[in-house]
């Protein structure tokens, strides 16, 4: 598909009027593999092409995609009937754009021998499972991958990118036989295999199933209104989840945000500064450029508490006046593009981590995030906690388990006016719209002075 003529498709995707077309080209290689207690229940190699054009004419969007490269010119026909009829006045030659590599590699997995691969899921699994006999079930996933994107589109471009990546991920349970506990740790980013010499397999199955059998011997969270400490080392899933969907212009712009129609107003205290940023070196969210050819971008959304942005890709900008920030997304060919965040995070303040642990003289320390649900149009928001411990006269004393908090975005974040100076790193696959895309969050260790905990509630 790499010798196709660009300029020729896009001027007959056009050919019926439109103010805008893109075509979308990908090429996938990889390699996931997933053992279960002891079983290899999946190796699969995948290898697999496509491409996708859509037309944008005013508010509508014609679509469509094929993994049979000499069914183009039909799919270029598709599209621009499903826009009406009329013509494209506007002439356009392509101009190629460079694109910078965010990939931190020193071993390409393609060149990896599978045995080694199966070797290190192994060792993983064997790790876990010989932990202590409360572990009932252990799950390693591996998977690697080099996704090759060209973006050529009507204003004149085309952009090239590769993507690299690696992810490794274990998951154990733990039971007493009356209680179950689950612990998951994954690893991964734009790297290369040499991550799982950096961080070994058995040292990720001793971080996941610790955490399941330090949560299964816990006693239950007090519940009620208490100070919550976020560790950096907890992620950055309330970012993620309790603000960072809410600045996707897409949702801001149709009036499902808490945070639309807000710039330049105050949505968090001083303290509180996010930002979105695609382009930090092997970090799992990061791409040259975003799926729709543009570069990504730091794009500051909350400054000083103060609402400076939105994440857009291109139909959000033009439809509601907003700058170009890179953060167009799709799953993969078969989807159209959509406004997404990449690495998304709370950034450093200047305190020390310790200090603001001493601040608390009785509250939860939340060293893991679980998942969570938030309503993005009223900023409500309910996360589990994964791996919680009291905190007693400014020490962290005993875990807790069950533990769940329950607040209010905007109201949480205008709360927090202690910051510390460190930064920590989580990793996931973000679904929206039927589509997942590979991200990042992060933030630094900071106190909630009054949040709800959800946990036993015992009789005075």
Same mark, same amino acid.
């Given at each position: 598909m790499d010798d196709m003529d660009f300029e020729r498709i896009l001027r007959r995707s056009l050919a019926k009027g439109g103010d805008f077309a893109e075509i979308y080209v990908e090429h996938r290689l990889g390699t996931s593999i997933v053992c279960e207690s002891g079983t290899v229940e999946k190796y699969l190699a995948t290898d697999e092409s496509g491409v996708s054009i859509r037309v944008v004419r005013g508010d509508q969007c014609a679509f469509a995609c094929t993994n049979d490269a000499s069914a183009i010119d039909e799919l270029a026909d598709t599209v621009a009937r499903a826009v009406g009829s009329g013509e494209f006045s506007r002439d356009f030659s392509l101009l190629r754009?460079?694109?910078?590599?965010?990939?931190?590699?020193?071993?390409?997995? $393609? +060149?990896? @021998? %599978?045995?080694?691969?199966?070797? !290190? /899921?192994?060792? =993983? &699994?064997?790790?876990? $499972? +010989?932990? @202590? %006999?409360?572990?009932?079930?252990? !799950? /390693?996933?591996? =998977? &690697?991958?080099?996704? $090759?994107?060209?973006?050529?589109?009507?204003?004149?471009?085309?952009?090239?990118?590769?993507?690299?990546?690696?992810?490794?991920?274990?998951?154990?349970?733990?039971?007493?036989?009356?209680?179950?506990?689950?612990?998951?740790?994954?690893?991964?980013?734009?790297?290369?295999?040499?991550?799982?010499?950096?961080?070994?397999?058995?040292?990720?199955?001793?971080?996941?199933?610790?955490?399941?059998?330090?949560?299964?011997?816990?006693?239950?969270?007090?519940?009620?209104?208490?100070?919550?400490?976020?560790s950096s080392e907890a992620g950055g899933t309330m970012i993620h989840e309790a603000i960072g969907h809410g600045l996707e212009a897409d949702l801001a712009g149709e009036g499902l945000s808490v945070y639309s129609g807000k710039l330049g107003q105050e949505v968090a205290s001083k303290a509180i500064t996010v930002i979105d940023d695609g382009t930090i070196e092997g970090v799992r969210g990061s791409m040259g450029c975003d799926d729709e050819g543009n570069p990504t971008c730091r794009t500051v959304l909350v400054e000083g508490g103060v609402l400076k942005g939105y994440m857009t890709d291109l139909v959000t900008s033009r439809k509601y006046g907003l700058p170009l920030t890179g953060n167009a997304r799709r799953e993969s060919y078969r989807h159209r593009p959509i406004p997404r965040?990449?690495?998304?995070?709370?950034?450093?303040?200047?305190?020390?981590?310790?200090?603001?642990?001493?601040?608390?003289?009785?509250?939860?320390?939340?060293?893991?995030?679980?998942g969570g649900q938030v309503n993005t149009v009223t900023g409500d928001f309910v996360f589990n906690v994964a791996e919680g411990y009291l905190i007693e006269n400014g020490q962290i004393a005993e875990p807790v388990r069950g533990a769940t908090l329950i607040g209010n975005g905007p109201r949480i974040l205008s709360s927090i006016d202690k910051v510390a100076c460190d930064l920590g790193f989580g990793i996931g696959t973000c679904g929206k719209d039927g589509q997942g895309v590979p991200v990042a969050d992060a933030q630094p260790t900071l106190l909630i002075p009054e949040i709800t905990v959800g946990g036993e509630i015992r009789d005075a």
């Open positions: 754009r460079t694109v910078g590599s965010v990939v931190r590699m020193q071993v390409d997995p $393609r +060149g990896v @021998d %599978p045995v080694l691969k199966l070797s !290190r /899921v192994r060792e =993983a &699994d064997s790790a876990a $499972r +010989g932990m @202590d %006999p409360a572990v009932v079930q252990v !799950r /390693v996933m591996y =998977a &690697d991958g080099m996704k $090759r994107v060209i973006v050529a589109n009507s204003l004149g471009f085309v952009a090239q990118d590769r993507r690299d990546s690696i992810i490794f991920v274990v998951q154990g349970i733990a039971s007493d036989g009356s209680v179950m506990e689950t612990g998951y740790e994954p690893v991964g980013g734009c790297r290369g295999f040499e991550l799982l010499d950096e961080t070994p397999p058995e040292e990720i199955a001793r971080r996941a199933v610790g955490r399941a059998l330090t949560m299964l011997r816990a006693r239950r969270s007090p519940a009620g209104v208490m100070p919550v400490v976020l965040m990449t690495n998304t995070m709370i950034a450093p303040g200047t305190l020390d981590p310790q200090e603001i642990v001493r601040l608390v003289h009785r509250g939860l320390f939340v060293k893991k995030m679980g």
